[in-house]
């Protein structure tokens, strides 16, 4: 329940809201703020007003659990109005994060004073729709059209310091923020005319506009949020203010009522609401993480070590050749200088960071390690050596986690007899910078270690999806038969660019063929170029492993650029002559149904098999695991707007055995999510 408590410091009136978790400007809280308003105006006593807020934030943005719902006055941009149009001046004083209609309001008073450690940030765009307080008229008009335009349209919040320089925020606060607020509004409690954003002109340089536009092509590929903003701050530019807010709530209200915004709401819940285990108990305690073992300093031991490093976690990372462990090693340094090179870390944070990782090449040196990961050869064998040694080396209550993308962690579990702190923790590669990460709950992994390494995945930054122990976990096992049905297609008479195309013009990142390029094609590949079963094998038997050998589905180019292959166009051909396929023109809708119907279907496997805990946490697999718009919500929100009835009969036209999950759904009308 929210409280907004008034305190008196003298003649000036501190308003606080306490509003956990995130002061979310829900009804309770905007009526409890206008009524302080409405109270403070007429009392004479009272010289300046102090918007502050308890916790860990300042007003985070509108509730978005509300949106959808009838909106109790006074809505947002009232409330907004309200303030800037209080004769006395009002002053935010903003710690943590003041993010959308948060962020509005702050605009709305007519000075900021903000923690060194606050960030300032409109958001919307990333729940699909625009500011709908003000912020795209006040915004530019306090901080000029590109700062507008690059906070608005790509959703990234800025810095206490930078709001300062760029004119947003008057005072940077040390210490005590109220009392710095306070101190500050007795400064400016006689300056006259108040600072009101609406009264001045918007900027009416328009070459901002398309400058934006062209610095940023990948913004506008099918999201309509960023395309609808950029518009709107164009159009609003010569208006008058209240033309120019009138326009914006127009803007607001259509796509707030879009289905992408309903999409990106789904996902943001959804994200949040993969972090919760539906059978353990809250009150589980978390075992402490203080240093982390890696062995394989290969692409994913040195990636996955540098989650743990830049979170200030030690680890100590395993090698068996020195030359292995040293080119691991260098290759941590080399992406976090990259990391330097382009702003994003200091030389110190590097150093700081390098300065955690203790190479060796004896595993008997994780003997202190609480939690320790190995991300050795896929081989079920060696996993099963390993995890018999490291039950003989690793301390008791250490956690042993297997990277493993496909293999069973019951049988590696079986090989020690600490089965319950057994669990896989799959990160995608490249490890450092996929926000994904699968945590497989082994038949004895226990509730603390899944506990454990669900909070740690937070902690480094990455979104935990918990998934049951099934061959390719959640992400993988519903690539498959996409990659499978790309094929099938392929030998009815699609091209691999034709099939990617479809894919990135539905707003993946990639299509199926560049993604095994990247991946590459010797990855699962049995090795023996005599063995020849399908067109991959004969890819990969003749060294076209994909970007890492220049050549895979596509010829690349000393710039990793790719062509249609000739050779490859050749080897379809045989393979079709072989498979006797009819050949035929094929649709974009054909592709679309022929490779993502069969995703949703094995999604809805998972789902029956117990193998997820819901729906929404297979959408957020996908979006984070493998880039599915999430505008589109997720593999599971998106065949929910495509109508599962429609989806099953398309898959029975197509010979598949539809999950009986599905089946069911679509007979009873309902949907996944
Ligand atoms: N509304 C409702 N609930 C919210 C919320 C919000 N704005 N923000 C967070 N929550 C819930 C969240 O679901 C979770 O709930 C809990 O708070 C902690 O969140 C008119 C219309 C603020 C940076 O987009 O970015 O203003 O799972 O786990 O990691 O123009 O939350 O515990 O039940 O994320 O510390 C614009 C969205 C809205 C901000 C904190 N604002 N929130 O991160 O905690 S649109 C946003 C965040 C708008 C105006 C328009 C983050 C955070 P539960 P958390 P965190």
Known sequence: MARIATERQGDILVILTDSPPVNALGADVRQGLAAALTEAEPDASVRAVVLACKGKTFFAGADIAEFGKPMADPILPVLADKIEATEKPVIAAIHGTA????????????????????????????????????????LPRIAGTALALEMIAKGEPISAAKAKEAGIVDRLAEGDLVAAAVAFAREVADLRPLPRASSLAAPQDIAPFQA??????????????????????????????????????????????????????????????AARIDDMAGDTVERSIRRVGMIGAGTMGGGISMNFLSAGIPVTIVEMAQDALDRGVATVRKNYEATAAKGRMSAEQVERAMGQLSPSLSLDDLADCDLIIEAVYESMDIKKELFAKLDRIAKPGAILASNTSFLDINDMAAATNRREDVVGLHFFSPANVMKLLEVVRGTWTADDVLATAMALARKIGKVPVVSGVCHGFIANRMLMPRQDEAVKLLMEGAMPHQIDKVHVDFGMPMGPFQMADLAGLDIGWHRDPARIESLRDALAAEGRWGQKRSAGWYDYDEKRAPTPSPRVGMLISVFRAQNGAAQRAITAQEIIEGTLYPVVNEGARILEEGMAQRASDIDVVWIYGFGWPAWRGGPMFWADTVGLSNIVASLERNGFEVSQLLRAKAAAGESFN
């Open 212 to 273: 934006f536009r062209e610095r940023n092509p990948r913004l506008f590929t099918g999201a309509e949020a960023p395309v609808a903003i950029v518009d709107l701050l164009e159009k609003t530019a010569p208006l008058a203010y209240a033309e120019g807010a009138e326009l914006e709530n127009k803007v607001f209200v259509e796509l707030l009522l879009g289905e992408q915004s309903r999409a990106l709401r789904h996902a943001f819940f959804a994200e949040r609401k």
């Open 99 to 138: 993010l959308g209609g948060g962020f509005e309001i702050a605009l709305a008073c007519h000075y900021r004073v903000a923690a060194l450690s606050a960030k300032l940030g409109m958001p919307e765009v990333k729940l699909g729709i625009c500011p709908g307080a003000g912020g795209t008229q006040r």
